[in-house]
């Protein structure tokens, strides 16, 4: 295949090309990227997952029991673990979320007791397996009868445990009990340390494979998990900001009570420390049940999505910015790009969406920020010069016939992707797409990868339509997940942390980005019948020239022979290739990469052309020097 790549004639790259999309799923959020390592802290419950003990302990003989206590800690969290028993040193314990991972850095905790009690509690961490003590600390009590008292402690472990098999445990003497014989606990917590040193912050490792991805958009905060599975349960903004102790939890959509420790001020932050854009994503009145608000009854709904967007973005003599100011953040964030809603055409969504639903809260949104790039969540409604969400999960096969699926789409109607990711198998025939009956995938694989691969390169040279794209879902908690395939798999022990086929694949294209889509001349089409199915997509930033290419089926599974001539005199190029042995290879979880990187540094022939091979199953970067 013979390219030659014109110095002119492209069009500038998106400055958001590639990004990230979070929801609460696969508790990917509470037991994830929020740091919080104590699991069920504050008894939050909804009708479909009620209060629960699980998984707290009595230490020895304490009885413990959850208590609806006449003095509750504050209105968002009236539980409370009551806690008594017969012998003189009395405790509780927690083993995290599915684990704590315990290493030589500092803890930070803190818990609410209500109750009569003289003396120290002990805080400490401990491992399930042996019992040792791996950091203790002694609290002063402040406790006394009839009113709550927080208790801050830190935990410093001397040296790592050799596994994440533990628990924290808190104890107290008996004997420095009041009359009543029993406390109260609540919002009992403990923080290791996190990504930028944020309170109620980040998981540093995930945070960094993140940054390591170079992405330039957080879409947030779902997903399904934004619309709720029923009324009048949904995610509510301002259920998520302020003290702890003020946010009530969220009845989340994947099978778990949710915290709303993450709420707007952590995910703007997350943006802050990524350095991204936020795609904000606001309720459209669609739950997941079907049910949809009448028009008649929507009013409401849309000024509360107002009286976010003003939280966020409104100077302090806003109510709302001032009321931002209030918890710590006089400076408002911008929002250049806001979400009505996700995937409104689907749950019988789509007729209201078209005649009210998208209309009422664009029309609210454009009055106040004219400017707003404002994205319907589906691709079947436009409406004014609003852009689009649009979502694939498809099939491997099908991927790598759609790198001309954005050829046609209007600029003047840009479209985000998203999410989008391989989510199945083939089942050899290249016209089927997913089957959402049939079993996903457990992990992504590097077909797959590839495939995604020539999906993307196709956005990538369709920039002027596209304003980027983000594989979903983003990460997996190996113990307890709803959805297969995610881009990440994480478990409590930091150091399992595994970047899958297709993570290897973003991280290469992200990081390799162009400033412009430069139009290139070709002796072959993409997919021809002597060749396969190979495609390409060229451009250049301030210091180079930039081709990528992906090469999926190709005629007799032979290598792809290329000259590419750049309009540049540089005559070095570097080649940097992945491939994978097998083509239905996966990174399991806390295992080898199975992704093999090759660079390889080209000089060009007398001709000014760079000449080199790719194999068939490969994603490949080719920059000059
Ligand atoms: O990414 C998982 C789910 O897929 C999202 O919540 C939803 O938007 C889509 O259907």
Known sequence: INLTVSSSGGNASSPLMYGLMFEDINNAGDGGVYAELIKNRAFQSSPAFPATLIPWEGVGSTVISLNNASVPLSSALP???HVTGNSSTLGISNPGYWGIDVRPQTYTGSFYVLGDY???????????ISNKTLATTKIHSKSVSGAWAQHNYTLIPTAAASNSNNSLVITFNSLGLGAAGSLDFNLISLFPPTYNDRPNGMRPDLMKAMKNLNPSFLRIPGGNNLEGLNPPYRWVWNQTIGPLKDRPGYQGTWNYEQTNGLGVVEFLNWCVDLGVEPVWAIWSGLWLS????????????VQDAMNELEFIMGDTSTTYGALRASLGYPEPWILKYIEVGNEDNVNSGQSTYQSYRLSMFYDAIKAVYPDMIIMSSTSNVEYAASAEDYHQYTRPDQFATEFGFFDNYPVSHPTLVGEYATIQ???????????????KAPLPFWIGSVAEAIFTLGIERNQDKIIGASYAPMMQNMNSFEWTPDMIQFAADTSLTTYSTSYH??????????TTVLP??????????????????????AESYIAKFAIYNTTGGADVPFSISFPTTSTTASLTYLTADDPYASNAFGGA????????????????TFVFSLPQWSVAVLKTS
Not at 530 to 538: F, H, I, K, N, S
Not at 593 to 608: I, M, P, R, S, Y
Request: without cysteine; negative net charge; hydrophobic residues 35%.
């Open 290 to 301: 079907k049910q949809v608000v009448s028009k008649a009854d929507l009013a409401p709904y």
């Open 505 to 514: 694949v973003i991280q290469l294209l992200s990081n390799t980005r162009t």
């Open 520 to 541: 290139v001349k070709s002796d072959t089409a993409f997919n021809s019948t002597d060749v396969g199915m190979a495609y390409w997509v060229t451009g250049s930033n």
């Open 118 to 128: 003289h003396g120290f509690f002990t805080a400490s961490l401990v491992s399930d």
């Open 593 to 608: 990469n199975v992704v093999q990187t090759t660079t390889v540094d080209l000089t060009a022939g007398g001709n000014g």
């Open 425 to 439: 198998y083939n089942d050899g025939n290249l016209a089927h797409g997913a089957n959402w009956t049939s079993p």
């Open 79 to 81: 539980v409370s673990l």
